[in-house]
């Protein structure tokens, strides 16, 4: 075991001692990428919860309630220094939303906390069955099913999973094309563990098996590489302060400013032109104005793919608005996607019939959500898979649609400012990419615009708050599936229940 001062978990302190450790955590996440960090942190947490009297019948009680508060404070600390930034979308229109600030910067974590608080609590109520190693595991275990219900449950929001901090070395970060994000968050555990677990030889030989392995193989199928058809593409980054994104004397402006970077000094051979999230600020299958103006615009081989709003309807009671991302070329509209998964509170109220709150976005309406997800695919044959703004967090949209030859992410990052939340987003893209073994081109109106290639490679990009756009070469699809994306979670899943069934016989590991 690490040599722990003992007074960091006497009394009071002990929450203090977690709830430090889990905001630690945070550095092994974007934009640090540490994760030796984590060498300190998860040891701690454990350490805290192996320093309470083993559970007596029935669990919940006296240290169990202990358990779960260590973890709570755990997650706590976790979930408020990594996702600040979110109470900076407040601030795009203070008069309104400030008071919310409160809610939103100690809410959330304290409602995401929860996750982490039953992790604690069920490891402490088993913790008596299994040997030392044993017990390292089944808490490995336990917290990647957290992270996989908190993917789901309430609409899922799987945002800063542990994973995600195998950004640290990008072999490591490749095994999510063998079982995603979550198999990336059971092998960074069972690293972070190492400094607990150093005496027993089965354990470190494990990990440097599953490290050695992950290094070996990337550099197999970086070797290996093969080149397909380019698509030439130009992504345009507007960097159109959110406050004045939807001010009508303001519109017309912008829009004029982006068809302009989406034209200047344009190459003959571009195939694609992509811009962001609600790129064109107007409802665009009503505006034929706009829409001519744009087609016009477009070399005759040369596709736009651009968010903007989507609306049906001429009374209040039958108007509906979607958030949408539209396919155009010389022709017009040739195809749109509605965004499928909706930012609770920021595109709609949950329960606006009973609950007298605002969403923050602009417009009186709630935002309708759309029918799936799907592919669009372009004249010349390109196959797209549409993701719009958060959508890329979710690693089963990103496997949705077949022999898809890239995913696009239009977003506006500009609600965060300047913080640590566009470069976890981005994190997120870089991650889908891997698992789903295709390019991913994300457009931002601020955030960082980038080209991932299919390896998580950011091939080029355009900074945080930077207008301008970027002419990239990319290759289409030209590798087989990958094995998450013939079998999702399958893999994890089974590795934890053999893994449990083995402990659960051999409890003295």
Known sequence: MMKIPESLFEGKKKYLTVFVAGALADFALAPFDFLPILFISFPLFLIALEKITPPLSPPIKGGGWVAF?????????????????????????????????????????AVLAIYIALVGLVYHAVRPKFGEIGRILIFINLWVLAEILRSYLFTGFPWNLIGYSSFFALPLAHLASLGGIYL??????????????????????????????????????????????AINVRIVQPNIEQTLKWDAQEK???????????????????????????????????????????T??????????????????????SYKVWNSMYLIDKSGIRAYYDKYHLVPFGEYVPFSEILPLEKITQGGFNLQKGENIMSISTNSGLNILPQICYEIIFPDYSQKGKDIDLIIN????????????????LASARMRAIER???????????????????GIIQDSIPLNQKGYIDVVISKNSISATTYSAIGKKLILLLIVIITVFLLFRKKI
């Open 410 to 425: 239009a977003t506006n990052d500009a609600w965060f400012g300047v913080s640590s939340g566009p470069y976890q987003h």
């Open 184 to 229: 990336l968050s059971w092998v960074v555990m069972l690293i972070a563990f190492l400094p607990l677990a150093y005496k027993s030889k089965l354990y470190r030989l494990a990990v440097i098996l599953i490290v050695g392995f992950s290094f070996v193989r990337f550099g197999l199928i970086i070797t290996n590489s093969d080149v397909n058809d």
């Open 437 to 455: 073994g295709v390019p991913v081109i994300r457009a931002a109106n601020t955030g960082v615009s980038a080209v991932i290639n299919k390896y």
């Open 296 to 317: 016009s615009r477009l070399p005759e081989n040369t596709a736009m793919v651009t968010g903007a709003l989507r609306s049906v309807g001429d009374t209040r009671e």
């Open 252 to 294: 017309n402006r912008q829009l004029y400013e982006t068809l302009h970077l989406t034209g200047k000094n344009l190459p003959d051979d571009t195939d694609l032109i992509i811009l962001p999230e609600t790129g064109i600020p107007f409802h665009l299958n009503r505006e034929d104005g706009i829409l001519d103006m744009i």
């Open 69 to 109: 508060w260590l973890g709570w404070w755990f997650g706590f600390g976790h979930f408020l220094f990594g996702l600040y930034w979110i109470s900076n979308s407040l601030l795009i229109d203070a008069d309104r939303f400030a008071w919310l600030i409160p809610f939103a910067a100690a809410g959330i974590p």
